[in-house]
């Protein structure tokens, strides 16, 4: 169903929202700020336990940085204040833990009334006896019992339990995501409504929530493999993995940016699901005159994690002291790599030039003050500080990674772009800023001017058209989904013609109209050399020929070449690495073209 433009209830999906937070976060409120902008209001959901949230929400409304028209909706407490739908019927207990001897062992009070208990822990004092947590509303009736304990034969259980004021159980549910889901149900499932998951912690927990009139959309705000692995074929990312792998329990997977979404197509299919929604950039004035730029200040701002990489920029510091100049690298940000960051300042002699801030709201006013940002993560989606940066006329210096920064970057124009660990590079780009004053002058007006147009850009509308597209799929119910399957090498024969007959097995039947084909990929360029049709096919057996001269065609010039089993059906695509059954011996061709066996690395000894 369409959504009118005058009616729409936008519910953006994260876990938790703390006082402090990074990239993911901001995009979130900033999103549901618009929308509330809008239609008048928006909501941000949570799950953790949170009694402090209504002071974590007042102190963010007075910083501006969470419009007063945004409802955060907190499970806990919306337990505490709200009946909830009772289930119909209520669902049975799948085990009956003994609660007599617990005992109190810890209470967490409402913030504001502190004699108030909020939760309280109990504990039977056992390593594997039984735990509960009950929730209370402030008039001291309990909304929500949670209990952990072992059942008879001595496996994990857990049940949740919902009360009406009067203590009667009206829903109970035997793991937390299956709460999670029943809420959300309550909250958003209408017609009127859409739903954006924003946390990747949150998504993985919430693939199983079946809806049935508002579409399940997930935002990727980073890239969807692991650091360094090639975008075809590579892992996927610890955190992407099982929403990956879960896709057809969504509507709708929204990106950041085209090239992210066309690698996403190229690997998985499903185009007519994937969406690309760039970043919201909201409006930023400096509360007085703008700061005095200097132009040998340089700024680095995000999560001090691996992934961000400050450490480049601290070399590039170091560098740019060793050329002779004389700059400044304000850190903004928290996070678990501070230390080894400060040691490292030290390290390279540095420590006087490096100035930690830690989590700052002035960041507006550090970018003003700067000449140019040094961006050196490893990946990103798009970062929104990028275009935070150009906003206030800071020039970023960038590694050309994928993905993000080139969707930002003009380079030479607003910004530059240099290979991705150039160090050399990059305190080139940033030396010429330093002593070319009007180059600095003209990029900075540069800057300003592209924020300036990526701000006017309707993002809301954007979002409104792929919920209803996302819907409209979600009632065609076209979608053509593939199996979960393996694929290994079953048998290899020589034939008279010098080729090979390869035989694969898949460990599930694959539909009979699937596309299936042997596809031989340069291993460092990822490009399809070849790509080959089964010759015989079977439910769960397949054999692809080979003849002498496509082999040859497909060794590849200067890389190895690597053979991928590619099935489609509908927009799906797996491409499946083909392997052998693990065995103790592997046999392989000595450069003489002799057999010979190897064994397998990591097998035992007898």
């Given at each position: ?135 209370l ?13 072992f ?12 009360l009406a004021?009067?203590g ?10 299956a ?10 499932e ?99 005159p703008?700061?005095?730029?200097h ?11 691996a ?64 000449t ?9 989606g ?6 935070e ?15 993000g920064p ?61 919920r209803?597209k ?11 989904d593939?199996?979960d ?30 596309e ?85 690395t ?5």
């Amino acid at each position: 169903m369409a959504l009118s433009s005058e009616h729409l209830n936008a519910y953006m999906v994260t876990w938790k929202l703390e006082r402090e937070f990074g990239g993911m976060t901001t995009v979130c409120i900033q999103r549901a700020g618009l929308f509330a902008q809008r239609y008048g209001r928006a909501f941000v959901v949570t799950f953790n336990r949170a009694p402090d949230q209504p002071q974590i929400v007042d102190e963010l409304v007075g910083k501006g940085k969470l419009s007063p028209d945004v409802q955060v909706l907190n499970l806990y407490l919306d337990l505490a204040q709200r009946a909830m739908a009772p289930q119909e019927p209520v669902a049975a207990k799948k085990f009956d833990p003994a609660t007599a001897d617990l005992a109190l062992d810890d209470t967490v009070a409402y913030p504001e009334a502190p004699e108030r208990p909020f939760s309280q822990h109990f504990t039977d004092g056992r390593a594997k006896g039984t735990r509960q947590t009950r929730f209370l509303r402030k008039d001291g009736s309990t909304f929500l019992i949670d209990t952990k304990g072992f059942d008879h034969q001595g496996k994990k259980r857990r049940c949740l339990e919902v009360l009406a004021a009067d203590g009667t159980v009206i829903a109970r549910f035997n793991t937390a995501p299956a709460l999670y889901r029943y809420w959300l149900s309550s909250l958003a499932e209408n017609e009127n409504s859409l739903v954006v998951v924003d946390s990747k912690y949150t998504a993985a927990l919430l693939d199983q929530w079946k809806t049935t009139k508002v579409p399940k959309l997930y935002a990727f705000h980073s890239i969807h493999v692991a650091k360094g692995e090639p975008l075809q074929t590579g892992q996927l990312s610890d955190p992407h993995a099982p929403i990956i792998e879960a896709r057809a329990q969504w509507d709708g997977f929204v990106f950041l940016t085209a090239a992210q979404r066309d690698a996403y197509v190229r690997r998985f299919g499903d185009a007519e699901r994937c969406f690309v929604i760039p970043n919201p950039l909201k409006a930023s004035t400096l509360p007085g005159p703008p700061p005095q730029r200097h132009s040998t200040h340089l700024i680095a701002a995000g999560s001090l994690t691996a992934n961000k990489n400050v450490a480049a920029s601290i070399k590039v510091v170091a560098e740019l002291v060793r050329r002779g100049h004389h700059p400044v690298l304000h850190v903004v940000g928290q996070g678990s790599q501070r230390d080894k960051l400060e040691a490292l300042s030290r390290e390279l002699g540095v420590d006087d030039l490096v100035l930690f801030h830690g989590y700052s709201d002035r960041l507006p006013e550090l970018f003003a003050s700067c000449t140019a940002q040094l961006f050196t993560s490893t990946n990103e989606g798009q970062a929104l500080v990028l275009l935070e940066a150009q906003q206030q006329g800071c020039i970023p210096v960038s590694f050309d990674i994928n993905f993000g920064p080139a969707d930002s970057i003009r380079d030479g124009v607003n910004g530059f772009l240099v290979a991705p660990g150039d160090l050399q590079a990059m305190a080139e780009r940033v030396e010429q800023l330093i002593t070319e004053g009007q180059l600095a002058a003209s990029m900075s007006a540069r800057c300003r001017e592209f924020a300036r147009e990526y701000a006017a850009n309707d993002v809301i509308a954007r979002w409104v058209e792929t919920r209803n597209k996302a819907a409209r799929l979600k009632a065609d119910g076209t979608r053509d989904d593939l199996p979960d399957f393996s694929a290994r090498i079953a048998s290899l024969e020589f034939l008279p013609d010098d080729g090979l007959a390869l035989g694969i097995s898949v460990s599930e039947p694959l539909p009979r109209h699937a596309e299936i084909e042997l596809v031989i990929l340069d291993r460092d360029t990822k490009a399809q050399l070849q790509s080959i049709s089964a010759t015989q096919r079977q439910e769960q057996r397949l054999v692809f020929a080979l003849s002498a001269q496509l082999l040859q065609a497909a060794a590849g010039e200067d890389a190895p070449s690597d053979v991928y089993l590619r099935c489609r059906l509908g927009g799906s695509v797996e491409l499946k690495r083909l392997g052998v059954k693990k065995s103790r011996a592997l046999p392989y061709f000595t450069t003489h073209n002799n057999l010979s066996f190897k064994p397998q690395t990591g097998q035992p000894k007898k």
